[in-house]
């Protein structure tokens, strides 16, 4: 090895790493879904489950839909709702129509292969297992905001 790349091996080794750890973001979103949240509009499913999701023609209440709303308020987002069934609200998330879902999904979802899963909340009133919403596969970001939000919320 010659002389001048021992010398400067390492140094630029150094400088390329640092460069590469500057340009990325930990946790990021590949589909940007947080900043296009953020200020905007948040695409919600609602599928009805008791007391935490109850739908009443157009309107999305219960105790998991009143957190979500609250979510939006905190980030500035307005929410837009859908109703439908599980399935087709995890069809939505895969679709890039909807950027979390709601209903009666536990930490025992069998949809955990086609969405992102929140850590389970058994304190959410009308929760008889621990409870979980649905988001896009892969925005981590977007994951990791909403699961500090419903921590601290949970926490209560």
Same mark, same amino acid.
């Given at each position: 090895m010659s002389r001048w790349?021992?010398?400067?091996s390492v140094p630029l080794l150094v400088l390329a790493l640092c460069i590469a750890g500057c340009a990325t973001t930990v946790p990021s @979103?590949?589909?940007?879904?947080?900043?296009?949240?953020?200020?905007?509009? =948040?695409?919600? #499913?609602?599928? $009805?489950?008791?007391?935490?999701?109850?739908?009443d023609g157009s309107d999305v209440g219960g105790t998991l839909a009143h957190l979500v709303e609250?979510?939006?308020?905190?980030? @500035?987002?307005k929410v837009t709702w859908t109703i439908g069934s599980e399935e087709d =609200?995890?069809? #939505?998330?895969? $679709?890039?129509?909807?950027d979390l879902a709601i209903g009666g999904m536990t930490d025992a979802t069998p949809w955990s292969t086609r969405a992102a899963v929140t850590r389970g909340y058994d304190t959410i009133p009308g929760a008889n297992a621990p409870v979980v919403l649905l988001l896009p596969l892969g925005e981590n970001a977007w994951l990791a905001t909403v699961e500090g939000y419903l921590d601290k919320e949970a926490a209560r």
């Open positions: 790349r021992r010398a400067w @979103d590949p589909e940007g879904t947080l900043d296009r949240v953020r200020g905007g509009e =948040l695409r919600a #499913g609602a599928s $009805a489950s008791g007391e935490l999701v109850t739908i609250e979510f939006a308020v905190s980030i @500035d987002a =609200l995890v069809d #939505g998330l895969e $679709a890039g129509d909807l």
